[in-house]
């Protein structure tokens, strides 16, 4: 398995404001995925990270929006840039597990964003 | 476009109650399935995953889900649910690298 810790665990944020979230991983691993769950909805894929490379965004995510950082194989950032109330969600990071686990993927416990 | 469907929104049972909560994909060739919960304040978790083999996977908790291909379904059940089992439950699937998420069904199990 997996531990993944993510800071800020929440936040309340004013709009047109940035914020950053970081994702560290107790193991390194290859890909790391960035997810948004907006209130009540389900989980929607923003992009992967890959240490060494640019992040490969999904349909409807922006490098411009949503930075991502991958300095080495533990870590990560997501920066939220010029936030609206609509960017008001949970953002979890996410591994695979090795193993047993392979192919399986681990959450953090997210980070909640409320923008006013 | 390539999907994900959980049928059921919102369900509530009694205790003692079985469950079926269903699951559609759209994606062909080989998937990796998977269906994760989400207990109140918590973060997810997995319940049960199905790579190859024995269609019918059983996961933690007494939960259990059939693979049927031609169907392109990968229906969740527990013959006996409990309040615990309170949740939501989100069917995935695994598509080339990336595991896409239904939008979820909200359980409510009453004592």
């Known amino acids: 398995s997996a531990v993944i810790s993510q800071k800020p665990s929440r936040d309340i944020c004013q709009r047109g404001t940035s914020l950053t979230i970081q994702c560290q991983v107790d193991s390194q691993v290859t890909m790391m995925f960035w997810y948004r769950q907006q209130p009540g909805q389900s989980l929607t894929l923003i992009a992967t990270a890959n240490q060494g490379s640019e992040a490969t965004y999904e349909s409807g995510f922006v490098i411009d929006k949503f930075p991502i950082s991958r300095p080495n194989l533990t870590f990560s950032t997501l920066t939220v840039s010029n936030m609206s109330p609509e960017d008001s969600s949970i953002y979890l990071c996410s591994v695979y597990g090795t193993g047993v686990n392979t192919g399986e993927l681990f959450f953090g416990e997210g980070s909640r964003l409320t923008v006013l | 476009a390539q999907s994900v469907s959980q049928h059921n929104h919102h369900v509530i049972l009694s205790e003692a109650a079985s469950l079926e909560l269903g699951c559609n994909y759209s994606y062909g060739g080989t998937v990796n399935l998977f269906w994760y919960v989400q207990y109140p304040g918590q973060h997810l978790q997995l319940l049960l995953k199905?790579?190859?083999?024995?269609?019918l996977v059983k996961g933690i908790k007494g939960f259990e889900a059939e693979f049927i291909k031609s169907k392109f379904s990968f229906n969740l059940r527990k013959p006996s649910v409990q309040w615990s089992d309170t949740a939501e439950y989100f069917c995935a699937v695994n598509n080339a690298g990336k595991i896409i998420f239904g939008k979820g069904t909200r359980l409510h199990i009453l004592p």
């Open positions: 199905y790579f190859s083999g024995d269609p």
